[in-house]
């Protein structure tokens, strides 16, 4: 840890130091087996559970522990500096919770927030079609009202947490005319019949987490599982993305920093031409360029999180800032990593390597960095314009 | 079921290293630790709780810094904690810690089903404190427990031996020390180690306890250490080399030619 005063609070704090010692304990030796077979973290995120760590989002009206976006990214920045495939599989449950919380009614929040505070149940979020993707308006499953149900028809895919979660939150088009605008958005619980889960899918990294496809045929949902009124789907989903997205951008500093101390210790100790290689200036010019990025992404990571935790109405536009940024200094940094281990860095027997392929998705998942430039160039389209009447 | 956990904080001994001029402890900044084998009693006697409820209560004599381990101690799920502590009790050996953390056991009003320690201490090893109790106190004892399971009227417990384990029935109230292979450490949980943080540890001293004057402290422990001292490190090595097969023979020949074998 570095010397950098952040304000965070005691409570927060705690959090950091129980997770890092978590990450030491428990991740790291098992963190090359799990990336190796795929093997999702099951027991991992129980242990996560009996610490009291999944409800850490959630308020504690319905059993969690109210640390707010700081509190919660600051575990996932713990978790991923020891694997993100860990750290994705535990912040998902907060992405398939997010809709509920923005958006669902006081009973939908009991019923279904409560489970996910103590870690009893896992949630997922499914928007991703094989035909909408960036284009997230474009989705084609559908939801159809016939009595006091909606029926389902769809396929979803690359849905982190698929198959593991008990509680969906699931994006479907309940009025087509409408466009967008007729999207919707419903609680769908695993074993629903006429929900089933397709392929797992493999990877390049984060070998760890489940991404699977969601199958919905002719699925019986009660009507009382969709979330605030119908078509307001899309909405609720870019909202969504609006308080998510510090998370993913949270895995980003957290890899960046496991990638920096990794390298760093490596310098120190590594000897050519008679010296440690970190007593050359060329290499140590990298090595601060890599921690001044990952002081910079914790820092825009962190005034997102204290923006949306401070009530501020519309984030889209830092949140989409953070989580860009910080994606692409992840891949940079442990690029860079790899590049300072030398030939070690390539090899599977240490860990640099799975750091490099693990970073990639960062500026992939939940809107890529391309979108992320679109939604901050369209805030800045509308944030001038105002400023010009 | 009640269950009392007696702990020692202790230095962390990987930390600690020794001044070969005065050949006493270098203590300074060296960080302090549960005893790691009290760990695993915690832990036997969180999952006799989680299986069968209860109550767990830790107890510690020490300084007043020794609070720090109790709180950790809550953390990882203990429901009370006790500290046992004044400037009298100071420089007790195994005798007098045992004499006076019994008065502090006697003083729990809850009748107690089950008193737990480590085997013994990383600092002192003299593994004594534990029996030492159960005899001042007066229940049986086994050491070296590895698995405790609750019976009707007590408990089954497996003991470590050197060829294996033997298996005990006994009835409660009893004590055990448990070795470390008992199981698996859990980590701390964040509502109770947020809690633990503002905790009120109630610390029992000379008036609560009220003992027998001459058996406690340093004047009332009959252990007097001669000299402290790093033995020296004597290396004969010899290393082998060749085929495996060749090397097998030679070592074998060597052994017993040292009548090892």
Redesign the interface.
Known sequence: MSEINWGLTEEQIEVRDMLDEFGRERILPVRAELDEKGIFPADLLNELAQMDMMGLYIDEAYGGMHMGHLGFSVAVETLSKYCIGVSVSFAANALGADPIIIGGSEEQKKKYLAPLATGEKWAAFGLTEPNAGSDAGGIATTAVKKGDKYILNGTKQWITNGGEADTYTILAVTNKAKGARGVSCFIVEKGTPGFEFGKKEDKLGIRASATRELIFQDCEVPAENLIGREGMGFLLAMKTFDISRPGIAAQGVGLAQGALDMAVDYARVRHQFGKPIIANQGLQWMLADMAMKVETARAITYAACNTIDAGTKDVSKISAMCKCYAGDVAMSVTTDAVQVLGGYGFMKEYPAEKMMRDAKILQIYEGTNQIQRDVIGAALIKEYASKAK | MNIVVCIKQVPDSDKVTIDRETNRLNRAGVPSIINPFDENALEMALQLKDKHGGKVTVVSMGPPQAEEALRTALSLGADEAILVSDRKFGGADTWATSYTLTLALKKIKEPIDLILFGKQAIDGDTAQVGPGVAHFYGVPMITYAKECEVTENGFRVKQVTDRGYNLWEIEKPAALTVVKEANEL?????????AA?KAEIPCWGFDDLNPDEEKIGLSGSPTKVNKVFAPPIKLNKEILSGEPADMVKELIFKLREKKVL
């Open positions: 859990r980590m701390p949980n964040l509502r109770k180690k947020l943080k």
